[in-house]
């Protein structure tokens, strides 16, 4: 069963991250409504898996969501403060973080960075320029929460 359960984690963690690279895409903004939504759904998702589950899990439940969302947030938030992302980066990382683990949240933002710096270099090279160029921050989580659920990274 908790099995189960982990799998639905990582595949609203999936849908999470593209909605919310399609709203940065679109506006270069993350809806502050969109992820209070999402980690009130969470939240709900998290209550009903202690009912669920039993005790024997809730605890274990409880450290995923609360470390989760932690160690996603002050990691990001340290990478915002050097100006490398955006606020809306920052909390959609606390959301997803809410609901792959610490771990894993952390593997995730270390993911991103990678793919962001890849994303970066291609662009680099294809506008054959050494320019500072903005890309979409959530385009690199939504890829890293991608590998991360397929086990690649």
């Known amino acids: 069963m908790i099995e189960i359960f982990t799998s639905l984690r ?3 963690a999936v ?10 895409l679109d506006s270069y903004k993350i809806k502050n409504t969109w992820l209070a939504r999402c980690l009130f759904f969470i939240t709900i998702l998290y209550l ?4 669920g589950l039993g005790d024997k899990y809730a605890l274990l439940i409880f450290k995923d969501y ?11 938030y ?10 809306g980066d920052v909390k959609l990382m606390a959301v997803l973080g809410s ?5 894993a949240a952390l593997v995730m933002v270390l993911g991103s960075l990678t793919v962001a710096s890849l994303i970066g270099i291609f662009v680099i090279l294809l506008h054959h320029e050494k320019k500072f160029h903005v890309i979409h921050f959530s385009l690199a989580i ?3 929460c991608i590998g991360l659920t397929l086990g690649l990274i």
């Not at 609901?99 to 771990?103: K, S």
């Open 15 to 24: 849908s999470v991250a593209f909605i919310s690279m399609c709203y940065d």
């Open 48 to 51: 009903a898996a202690n009912v």
């Open 142 to 144: 939504f890829i890293a």
């Open 66 to 76: 609360i470390l989760g969302l932690s160690a996603a947030f002050f990691a990001s």
């Open 10 to 12: 990582y595949l609203i």
């Open 99 to 103: 609901l792959i683990g610490e771990r």
């Open 78 to 87: 340290i990478l915002f403060r050097l100006r490398a992302i955006g606020g």
